[in-house]
């Protein structure tokens, strides 16, 4: 596709339960980002990927969230047992270092614990 | 850990100039960008500048970058309500790849 592709756009959950949110970057993108933004904050960095190097997990708030990304390009986050205060937007990013590390975000998957 | 600052508001009124600013305290900062999102929407790029520029004009958009006071500033000419939006200021330093955004300027165009 053109841009980056995230789903679902929406989500609705109870408290306790996992879900997996799916991002899908630009074609050729080597680097990809995960970000949080909660109402009223900034965008909170989680989680980059770049090419087949070890991701930098340092922004992972807990042992709850994790991701993976598959084959160098669709990138799956996962967050294990929701609590309320995980509802927020998710929003996906991804950059070609050929492009001055210029990122292009997706729509974001706004994800609501209840 | 560093940090960026922005306004959390700025209301205009059609047809004048907007300027929003924000404050940084990396130093090392290399590269400096302006987001843009509109409701529902992902962040896009509007502008960037690079650390060894004064200043960057692109058609209404002008970027003033004080690297001595690390004061980056956003200026709209003829603010249009469809600038209407959240404008995030970020920075990133050359050795990183992982940026810094503030918390968003939301810019209210009314009639």
């Known amino acids: 596709g053109a841009g980056v592709s995230q789903s679902p756009s929406n989500k609705v959950t109870e408290k306790g339960k996992d879900v997996e949110l799916r991002c899908d970057p630009i074609?050729?993108?080597?680097?990809l980002y995960w970000y949080r933004q909660s109402l009223g904050q900034g965008l909170e960095f989680l989680i980059y990927?770049?090419?087949?190097?070890?991701?930098?997990k340092s922004g992972l708030p807990s042992d709850r969230f994790s991701a993976e990304r598959t084959g160098g390009s669709v990138s799956t986050l996962t967050i294990q047992r929701t609590q309320q205060e995980d509802s927020a937007v998710y929003l996906c990013?991804?950059?070609?270092?050929?492009?001055?590390?210029?990122?292009?975000f997706g729509a974001g998957t706004r994800l609501s614990v209840l | 850990g560093e940090d960026v600052e922005q306004s959390l508001f700025l209301s205009v009124r059609e047809g004048d100039s907007s300027v929003i600013n924000c404050t940084y305290t990396?130093?090392?900062?290399?590269?400096l960008y302006w987001y843009k999102q509109e409701p529902g929407a992902g962040l896009q790029l509007l502008t960037y500048?690079?650390?060894?520029?004064d200043m960057k004009q692109d058609q209404r958009l002008t970027v003033l970058l004080n690297k001595k006071d690390k004061h980056l500033s956003l200026r709209i000419a003829d603010t249009q309500t469809g600038d209407s939006a959240i404008y995030f200021c970020?920075?990133?330093?050359?050795?990183?790849?992982?940026?810094?955004f503030g918390r968003g300027t939301s810019l209210i165009v009314h009639p």
């Open positions: 970020a920075e990133m330093s050359g050795g990183s790849y992982i940026p810094t």
């Open positions: 074609s050729g993108h080597t680097a």
């Open positions: 990396d130093s090392s900062s290399t590269y």
């Open positions: 990013a991804s950059s070609s270092l050929s492009g001055g590390d210029i990122q292009y």
């Open positions: 990927f770049q090419g087949n190097s070890a991701p930098d």
């Open positions: 500048i690079f650390s060894n520029m």
